[in-house]
């Protein structure tokens, strides 16, 4: 398993003098045209932050503009027209990868250093406090532990709200047949279907019910309707988004429980599911916490993390993008972790800059503290080279939008007539071609050394073809029925 530390490497920008030099050069007039000639920006959008939050790179406008392209090479800049966050989402996601080749990182790829892109990872200065004020020195944040293959102190923490029950069925379902045995953790919503309850007792599953409250975060002087006019937020949390609270509140949950003693993984649950135990015989030790890769062509400079980042703090980085939705640590790394979280929000949400109306930027908050230092017990794990989560979803959208393209051109049917049609090169039970690279002859989804991976996270963004045609006829996944002795006891009890 190939682990990296944290690195610093920043690149601040000036927006303002960026934008006064567009405006001065003779291609101002020539670059408001085209925007508003599109008919999709109007002038109220025209300003470099916007520009910024709804594009990957910047391109350059104009090769013959010599004083703009001065400045964009000195500020190492580049600048593209996007006309809207469709436009812009389409193009990023449409970075060049080469499927079917070593551009996936297969692990022969000799070319490969085990750097994220080509730009070296610095060592980041070491820290006493975070931003919010939060102390680093504890020496137990960069403690281990090992479990030896017995899962029993482990824990996994979640929220699970508006889900039915095959949601539940398929995450702990899979979990509990891995043979994991520890302590499993999920936050309900307050009317959450007795049968749900029934289930989650019957495979040991400590539930949280979460209580609904006012917000007091609330922004009333913007006519406009987005985020900052909901009223409902979780409880004793009202200050922070409700889909941020999910961090203080499984710190207070990890807090409660006491027998909690060994490696936590705190994850989304909807889209993640389990092979093997994530703790169990074989896994890796755990050292503080462990913050897990995309896929190395997904970085920093994507539009989530990028534009809020730079809005807010005024530096971007140009890294691997850390998935907010999986981390795993120690119990002391884990609640520290927890902790920075919440106290970054809330400096976040006290500020109008900071303040966005978009529910993923918990994910610009997680890698804007790795990739700035503050997370100094902090490591990042490559995805698919043998840490605990596999965070797929950026192969399976690439393989989708491939596999849609190939469809059309063969058969010239429509996009969702191609998600009922078979990836290339499946068969049996393997419900994508052994080229790819993406899962074993079971079915399963594979490390790049072909070992089973652990944990899948955004599983689901493989669509219909591994979705409908594979995983749904997989009863030891999606299937998990409480025996009816047990289920009568139950409902006795």
């Known amino acids: 398993m190939r682990i990296k530390r944290r690195s610093t490497r920043r690149t601040c920008s000036t ?5 006064a030099i567009l405006l001065s050069t003779p291609l101002a007039v020539w670059f408001l045209a085209q925007l508003v000639g599109q008919g999709t920006v109007t002038t109220q959008t025209l300003d470099l932050t916007t520009l910024l939050a709804q594009t990957q790179t910047i391109q350059a406008i104009s090769a013959s503009d010599e004083p703009t392209q001065s400045f964009l090479a000195r500020e190492k800049l580049e600048v593209s027209i996007v006309s809207n966050k ?7 996601d449409s970075s060049p990868v ?28 070491e820290r006493t406090t975070s931003d919010a004020g939060i102390d680093l020195t504890d020496p137990t944040l960069y403690q281990s532990v090992d479990t030896q293959g017995d899962s029993s102190a482990a824990t996994v923490m979640g929220v699970a709200t508006g889900y039915d029950l095959s949601i539940f069925k398929r995450f702990v379902g899979s979990l509990r047949k891995t043979g994991y045995i520890g302590h499993i953790i999920l936050g309900l919503a307050p009317d959450v279907d007795s049968e749900i309850l029934e289930y989650l007792a019957y495979r040991n599953v400590t539930t949280k019910i979460l209580q609904w409250t006012d917000c007091t975060y609330l922004d009333n002087s913007s006519t406009t309707k987005d985020i900052f006019k909901r009223t409902t937020c979780a409880a004793p949390y009202p200050d922070i988004k409700i889909r941020w609270s999910r961090f203080p509140l499984a710190r207070d949950w990890l807090r409660e429980c006491t027998s909690c003693t060994g490696p936590i993984l705190v994850m989304d649950v909807r889209d993640s599911l389990f092979q093997v135990n994530p703790f169990g015989p074989g896994s890796p030790v755990v050292r503080g916490l462990q913050v897990f890769e995309e896929h190395k062509n997904r ?3 994507h539009w989530l993390t990028k534009g809020p980042i730079f ?20 119990r002391a790394a884990m609640l520290k972790y927890l902790e920075i979280m919440y106290e970054e929000m809330k400096d976040w949400i006290s500020h109008p800059r900071c303040r966005f109306n978009m529910n993923g930027d918990d994910q610009s908050i997680h890698n804007h503290l790795f990739y700035s230092g503050q997370l100094p017990f ?24 491939q596999h849609s393209a190939t469809m059309r051109a063969r058969h010239g049917i429509t996009h969702g007539d191609a998600m009922w049609k078979a990836f290339d090169g499946a068969s049996g039970k393997r419900w994508i071609g052994a080229e790819f690279n993406i899962c074993d002859d079971e079915g399963y989804f594979t490390e790049f050394d072909g070992s089973r991976s652990r944990v899948v996270h955004q599983w689901d963004r493989f669509g219909r073809p591994y979705i409908n045609l594979w995983l749904n006829h997989q009863k030891w996944l999606v299937e998990d029925e409480i025996p009816s002795n047990r289920s ?6």
């Open 15 to 19: 927006p303002r003098r960026l934008f």
């Open 86 to 92: 469709h436009q812009a989402d389409n193009y990023i």
């Open 98 to 125: 080469t499927l079917k080749s070593a551009a996936m990182d297969s692990p022969e790829d000799p070319s490969f250093t085990g750097e994220t892109s080509s730009l070296a990872r610095h060592e980041a200065a």
């Open 299 to 301: 970085t920093t400079q």
């Open 311 to 330: 809005e807010c703090k005024g530096v971007s980085y140009d890294e691997t993008m850390l998935c907010s939705g999986t981390t795993i640590g120690t």
């Open 378 to 401: 902090a490591t990042a794990n490559e995805n698919r080279r043998g840490g605990i989560v596999n965070t797929a979803g950026f192969e399976g959208a690439q393989l989708v939008k």
């Open 488 to 493: 009568s006891h139950l409902s006795a009890a």
